[in-house]
Structures are given as C-alpha cells and as structure tokens.
C-alpha cells in the first residue's frame, strides 16, 4: 500500500518534471535547449515507465525502459551532431 | 440466318470487300462492281409486294437471347416501303455516282464502303424489329453519315457538317436509345412488335409520357425537325450523290419511319398529336422561308428537305388523331396517314431527282450559286426538264403526283379543324393557316430552283466552266425518277394498292381488320377547300416569285437576327467547351492543398451529414473506465506538444515536439498494456525524427515564408471541422459494440494452438501472418523505392556533393 502511494507521489512529481521539461523544449531560447531538455523527457520516461511497470506488477516493460535508454542517447547524439555540422550521417570522406 | 437477314447484311459484308476490289480492280470504275447489290436487293424486295399486302413476314436470328436482343426482321407494308426506297434510289444513285465521281481523283473505295454501309445500316433500321438492333443501326446510320459528310476531309466546311451532323444526330440518337429502354421497363420485351401489342396497357404509366418524348426526340433530330434542323444544310458539303441519297431520299427519313412505327402506340395520347404536329407545321414553315432567302442551289433543297419533312410529320400527327375514332367509314383523320406516306414516296422521287440535277449542274458549270446561274435550258434541255418536273411536283402543280399529295395534306389541315378532341377547335385553325403560307413559299423557291437556273439570259462570264449538256449516265438515274414522278402522277393507283395500303395499315393496325379499306387516289374531288387552297397558293406563290427580289432582302436581313438556331448551336458549343476549360481551371489549380480541400471538406459534409441523417449521434458514457491522473497528464502533454508544433515558428522546435509526442504516445502503449507496441513506437519514433532531420537540412528556413497564422481561413476551420467530426464519430462509436469480441478464441488458444505465449506475436506470425508477409513486402518496397529514387537519376544533373 505504501508502495502504491509512493509510487503515484513518484509519477506525478516525474510529470511535473516533464511538463517543466516540455516548457522547456517549446521556449528554450537555443536548440540546444530544447535537445537538452528531449533527452531529460526520455530519461523521465525511463523512470515514469519503471515505475508504471512496478505499479502494474509487470516485468513486460524492461525491454521498454532499456530501449528509451538507448534511444535517447542515439536521439540527443543525432541531434547534436545536425546543430553542430548541420547533416547527422557523415558521407564517407574520399580524402 | 435467313436470307433477308443476308439481304440486310448483303452490303455490309460488300463494304469489307470493297476496299479488296478497288485495289485489285483499277481499270473499271470501282462503282459498277458495287452497283448490282443495291438492284439485286431493289429486286428482292419487289418480291415481297404480293406476300406483304395480305401479312407481314418475320424472320428471327438469335443474338443475345438472354437479354431478349435478337435480330429480328419484319417486313410489313411500312418497311417494305422504306427497303423499297433505300434499295431503288440507292441503286439510282450509285449509277449516278458513276459518273459523278472520277476515277482516278477521289478515294473510291472509302466512298462506296461508307455507302454500303449506309444501305446496311437503313435497311436494318427499316427492317428490325428488336428495338436494340434497331438503336445499333440507327447508330450506324449516324456514324456512316458522318463518314460520308466528311468525305471531302480536307475542306474545313465538310469536317463542320460533319461533326455537327454527327453531334446533333447522335444526341437525338442516345435520347432514343432512352425510350426504348423506358419501354423495355414498362413492357419487358425489346420486340417492337409485342410493345406496340401491349400499346393500351402500358398508356398510363409514369413512364409513357417521358418514353415518347425521348423517342420523339430522336426522330426529330434524325428527320431535321425545327429546332434540330441545322445539320442538314451544312451537311451539303456531302458529295450530290450522299445529299441526293442520305439527306432527302432516305435517311432524314428515318425519323418519320420512327414516328410513322410508333403511332399505334403512342397516338392515344393528345401530346403525341399536338407535339408531332406541331413541331412539323413549325419545321414546315420555318423550312419553306429560309429556302427561298437562300442563293445555294443545294442549300435551297436542304431547306426544302427541312420544309417537306415538316410536312410529312405534320400529316403522321394528324393521322394519330384517327385512332380515337371507331367507326371507319367516316374515319377521315386516317386518310392523313395515306397523305404522309404517299408524300413520303414521292418527296423521295421528285426531291432525289432534283438533287440529281443540282449535280449535273454543278458538274457542268462549276456552280450551284442561282445569282450566277440562268438560261441553261438551251444547253441543257434533258437537265432542264427533268428540273421541271421536279420543281412542279414539290411546288404542287398538277399533273406530277406532289400536286397529289399536297391535295391530301391540304384535305387533312381542313379536316383536322372539326376535331373535337385536345381543344384542338380552338387553334386548330392554325394548322391550315400555316401549311397554306408554308405552300405559298414552297411554291416560291421551287419556281426559284427552275427559273432562275434555266431561264433568263445566260452568264457564261460568271461560269467557271464551259456549260453542256450532261453525258447520259447522269442523266438517266434522275430521268428514271422525273418518270416515276409523272407516271405517278398520272397512275397513282399503280403504287396504292400494291405499297401505300399495306404501309398505312402497318402504321394504322386498327384499320387491318377492316376489308373495305382501300386506297383510292383520284385527281378530281369537286371543288373542294383544299383545291381552293391550291389555286390559292398558285396565284399569291406567281405574286411573290415576281416581287422575289423586294422582299428577299428582307428576309435575309430580318429574320436571322431574332432566331438563328444554328448561331446559337455554334454559340453554345462554343461556351460549353470554355465553361469545361474555365471549370477545369478552376477547379484544377495544381495545388495539393486544394485537393486536400476538397476532400477534407466532402469527408467532414459526407460523415456528419450521415451522423445527422441517420440519427447516429449517441454518447452513451457508462461504459468507459476510469480516468487516471497519467492519462491525464499524458494527455495533457500531448496537447501541449501537438499546438506547439502548430504554432512553432522553426522546423527543428516542430520535430523535436514531434518526437516528444511519439515517445508520449509510447507512454500510451505502456499504460494500456501494450509493450511490443512501445517498443516499436518508440524505435520508429527515433528513426523518423532522424529522417526528419536528414530532409529538413536541406530545406529552407521556416521563417522565410513565414505568415502569421489566421484564424478563420479555410485550413483552420476545416481542421477544426475534420477533429470535430472524428471525435463525434469516435464517441458515437464507441457504444455501438453489435457483436462479442473475437479475442477471447485468441487468449485460448494462444499456447494451445500456436505454442506460444505473446499473444501479439502470435497474431501476427501465426493467426494472421498474411498481412504481416504483405506488410514486409510494403516495407521493402519502400525500402526499394528509396535506394532507386536516390540513385536513379535519368537527368544530367549532378549534385556537387554525389557519393560517386
């Protein structure tokens, strides 16, 4: 019972969280604002799917957690490198 | 296949030969090899006459027996006269043709292939009695028409009178095509013969009235009625010897033939008689006017034609009037019936001959223009009389057979004003009025015809050739004619018993159980009103030739200006095609997002019209689950997400919030128990945002065409209009749940059957694996389309930063 209660104090802190993020993303002054703030949404829905998959008494989302991980680093790492050189696949240099 | 059926195919199959024989075949004129069908066919007929005087043979050929199309063929009296006349002066007029049309500088073949055509496609409109058969000759008669009016391609004029012949005709051609089929829906039969049976039956059906204005309307176009007379002047660009044979002798009759059929069962009612006549008085007159404003000697005989023609239907529509009455020894309203036919035969003899001679005449001067033409009669005395006896009988005169006829009609138009029946004593009077001034102008423009050509001083200067006298194969086929029109003027019952009477009971059947009908044509009646009229005509009609010159002007100034039918014909083809191309341009404007318009706009007035109609509304909540505080913050973040990408001002804000709204949606997935579903959400949403990317890079800024947005354009309020009417559609569905879900049989069976425990996967590998196969095959399209359109570039052009 606690933990049930923990956990929806949990979920709804992590929601504010991303709202905040969300605001975040639609007036950052910079892009990198923005990207920053995507990956921090990805990294609270890691936790916010953890804690769904505790809350429903499942372990069918871990695959779920771990592939947001992953994605959101492939995420920001694309994005990052559109701000920085404007293309995210390099062509292969022909020296 | 009967023979009669060979008979009607006969030229049909010759026409395929046609073009054989004129290449093997150079040194004799391709027309004499073409000549013994229509005699031989001509003499087949003839035969006919005794059988047909007493019953009617049919003979039947299974075509599409399922649908009741059979060709099948009648002859009785009115068709064995229409076959008589197509074969005769078909025959005549290919012996002309001889001789009209060189050897060596026209297309023989294509002129003699479209002809037998022609003879294929009458005989069988004449001949058939499945009303399918008789559309598809009827077509037939149109499209070889056409053919023949355009034989002279390369003048700009014929390719004129040929569309608009082929328009106008095959319009009137489709609307019958209508009747028949409405007649179909009211009788199921396609047999003339069995509907005309079932005549009395069907008389008050809602369709009777619409079915006989339709086939009317066919008839009308076909027979050059006003207003559907403006084919046929311009189809005068035709060879004389097409005019002589489509234009007066046969085709134009095909209308009247349609009427003339349709009598015993439309005539019951008083539409048919008031239109039919009307419209026939009104071409009479109309016809008989412009005739003699008109300087084209072949211009004048096509208004004639129009004039005539308007005569005789005058006379089918007076003839109708005979069916409401019972007793037939004081049936006076049928002998209008036996006027129309027996002016129909001889408009045939005399006006054929005259267009014959019109050829000759063109053949030998150079011209058909009266104002260059005059005294030719010395040159050409054969020609001349034969132009008299022509002109005279279609002016009335005694002793050619049209002063017959015209006697007749004249009886008829008195006759019609003591009917006491569609109120016709009120403007009855009309009728004769008018026929009487349309005689009078008939009378004018066929002395115009005769004496202004033959008479007079001669212009040789005026003349592109040097005139004489015409070889005798041109003359014979129009001497053969100006004798029959006298023979029959002289001996009228020659052709009454044997032809006339057995037409006028085909269209009359009410008459065919009574003996003591018969044909009697005398030339003394006493004096009578119609031989008033007559003499009438003779004076005011010597009155007005001699003052011709007066009051022509007039009307060539005067009466084009308030009615030109044929302006308003060029007119309205004219705006249509530019309404189409204005239309089209309007509607079409290239942009995608005016199609998307369209069918946003059409999808939101197509759902929620159907939603309103059919009374579909219904929100029926009791049956929804509980709203958690994740799914409305979710669903808050959604929204939030979705109107930032709205009114985001850069395209890079827009795909990161686009990518925001796809993990959220995974977030979705996830509360809804749905983990192979996030799963892929959330994979693909990553792959389409770096796509997103890889294309936005090179495109412009956003803000280069940046505008503020507005908030009641078109965009906005059809999107506000597409969510509206997905959500009602969504909640009004929700609660309409008819059947019990399947997935329980899924949840069974799902180890049981497939071994396996995701029942997702299952699904989709093994319950239902041929859409995921075809969802592959999708994805390697794509995948395919992707690599080709990359690297296959057919232009030259070269991006500077090309792998290779």
Redesign the interface.
């Known amino acids: 019972m606690i933990i049930k209660i923990a956990l929806?104090i949990g979920?709804?802190l992590y929601?504010i969280s991303?709202?905040l993020y969300?605001y975040r993303?639609?007036k950052g002054p910079t892009?990198s604002d923005?990207?920053i703030a995507?990956d921090s949404?990805?990294m609270n829905?890691v936790a916010?799917?953890a804690m769904?998959?505790m809350f429903?008494k499942t372990n069918?989302?871990l695959?779920?957690i771990l592939?947001?991980a992953l994605?959101a680093f492939?995420?920001t790492v694309?994005?990052s490198k559109?701000i920085e050189k404007?293309?995210?696949?390099d062509?292969?240099r022909d020296n | 296949m009967s023979l009669l059926h060979l008979a009607i195919l006969l030229p049909f199959f010759a026409a395929l030969l046609i073009p054989l024989i004129y290449t093997w075949t150079k040194k004799i004129h391709t027309g004499w090899l073409v000549l013994p069908i229509p005699v031989i066919l001509f003499i087949y007929f003839l035969s006919y006459i005794p059988k047909t005087a007493y019953e009617a043979t049919t003979a039947s050929f299974n075509w599409i027996p399922r649908y009741g199309i059979n060709f099948t063929v009648v002859v009785d009296g009115l068709s064995l006269l229409f076959a008589l006349l197509i074969t005769g002066i078909g025959s005549l007029v290919v012996f002309y043709s001889i001789f009209y049309l060189g050897k060596n500088k026209e297309r023989l073949n294509n002129f003699y292939a479209f002809l037998m055509v022609f003879m294929t496609a009458m005989l069988g409109v004449v001949l058939s009695d499945n009303l399918i058969v008789l559309y598809l000759f009827w077509e037939l008669t149109s499209i070889s028409s056409f053919l023949l009016i355009g034989y002279w391609y390369h003048r700009e004029r014929s390719r004129y009178g040929a569309r608009k012949a082929m328009t106008i005709t095959v319009f009137g051609g489709l609307m019958m095509l209508g009747g028949f089929i409405l007649l179909h829906i009211m009788t199921d039969s396609y047999s003339l013969r069995e509907i005309l049976a079932a005549g009395p039956a069907i008389s008050n059906h809602a369709f009777f009235i619409p079915a006989m204005i339709l086939i009317l309307l066919g008839a009308f176009t076909k027979s050059a009625q006003v207003p559907f007379h403006i084919w046929l002047p311009d189809a005068m660009e035709a060879p004389t010897p097409v005019s002589a044979y489509l234009h007066s002798a046969t085709m134009v009759k095909a209308g009247l033939y349609i009427v003339a059929r349709f009598t015993p069962l439309f005539a019951v009612s008083g539409v048919w008689f008031t239109v039919v006549s009307v419209v026939g008085i009104i071409t009479l007159l109309w016809g008989s006017i412009n005739a003699t404003k008109k300087n084209d000697l072949k211009a004048i005989l096509a208004y004639s034609t129009i004039s005539q023609l308007g005569l005789i239907m005058t006379l089918l529509g007076i003839g109708a009037a005979s069916l409401h009455f019972d007793s037939l020894s004081n049936n006076l309203y049928a002998a209008a019936v036996v006027a129309a036919v027996f002016h129909l035969f001889n408009h045939a003899t005399f006006k054929g001959s005259l267009f014959m001679m019109v050829g000759i005449v063109d053949h030998e001067t150079g011209t058909r223009d009266i104002r260059r033409l005059g005294g030719l009669m010395r040159i050409m005395p054969v020609t001349a009389t034969i132009a008299f006896i022509g002109t005279f009988a279609m002016a009335g005169i005694p002793p050619f057979n049209g002063f017959l006829s015209k006697e007749m009609f004249f009886e008829s138009l008195v006759e019609i004003t003591h009917l006491n029946l569609w109120n016709v004593e009120t403007w009855g009077i009309l009728l004769p009025v008018i026929a009487w001034v349309a005689s009078v102008f008939t009378f004018v423009y066929s002395m115009i015809i005769f004496f202004k050509t033959f008479t007079g001083k001669i212009k040789p200067y005026l003349l592109p050739k040097k005139p004489h006298e015409a070889s005798l194969g041109l003359i014979l086929p129009p001497a053969i004619l100006a004798a029959l029109v006298v023979i029959i003027g002289f001996f009228p019952n020659l052709i009454a018993a044997p032809i006339l009477e057995p037409a006028v009971k085909a269209i009359l059947p009410t008459l065919s159980g009574a003996d003591d009908f018969s044909i009697h044509i005398g030339f003394w009646h006493g004096f009578t009103p119609a031989l008033l009229m007559t003499i009438g005509v003779v004076i005011v009609g010597i009155f007005l030739y001699k003052t011709h010159r007066f009051w022509k002007p007039f009307l060539t100034v005067k009466i084009p200006k308030w009615l030109r039918i044929g302006k308003a014909y060029d007119n309205s083809m004219f705006y249509m095609e530019q309404g189409a191309y204005r239309l089209t341009m309007y509607v079409m404007t290239g942009w995608l997002r005016t199609y998307l318009n369209y069918m946003l706009f059409s999808f939101i007035v197509l759902v929620l019209g159907t939603l309103v109609i059919t009374d579909s509304l219904n929100f029926d909540f009791s049956n929804l689950t509980q709203v958690t505080?994740?799914d409305g913050?979710?669903a808050?973040?959604i929204l939030?997400?979705l109107i930032?990408i709205v009114f985001?001002k850069s395209r890079?804000?827009s795909i990161?919030?686009l990518?925001?709204m796809g993990?959220t949606i995974?977030?979705f997935f996830?509360?809804a128990?749905a983990?192979d579903l996030?799963?892929t959400q959330?994979?693909i949403?990553?792959i389409s945002?770096?796509l997103y990317?890889?294309v936005f890079?090179h495109l412009p800024q956003f803000s280069n065409i940046e505008e503020k947005p507005k908030f009641l354009s078109v965009k906005t309020l059809l999107s506000i209009g597409v969510g509206i009417t997905i959500t009602l559609l969504a909640l009004s569905a929700y609660d309409t749940t008819f059947y019990e879900s399947i997935s329980q049989y899924y949840i069974d069976n799902v180890y049981k059957e497939a071994a396996g425990k995701n029942i997702v996967n299952v699904i989709l590998v093994d319950f239902r694996g041929f859409d995921t196969l075809f969802e592959t095959a999708v994805l390697a399209i794509a995948s395919i389309g992707i690599f080709a359109m990359i690297k296959l570039r057919l232009t030259k052009r070269r991006r500077k930063?090309e792998?290779e």
């Open positions: 929806s979920l709804l929601s991303t709202f969300l993303i639609l892009t923005k990207v995507l949404i990805g829905l916010i799917v769904l998959s429903y069918a989302y695959d779920v592939l947001i994605l492939i995420g694309s994005f559109f404007g293309k995210v696949i062509r292969e | 505080v994740v913050v979710l808050a973040v939030v997400t930032g985001s890079i804000t990161i919030l990518g925001a993990y995974s977030i996830v509360i128990s983990p996030a799963l959330l994979v949403e990553t945002v770096v990317l890889l890079y930063h792998n």
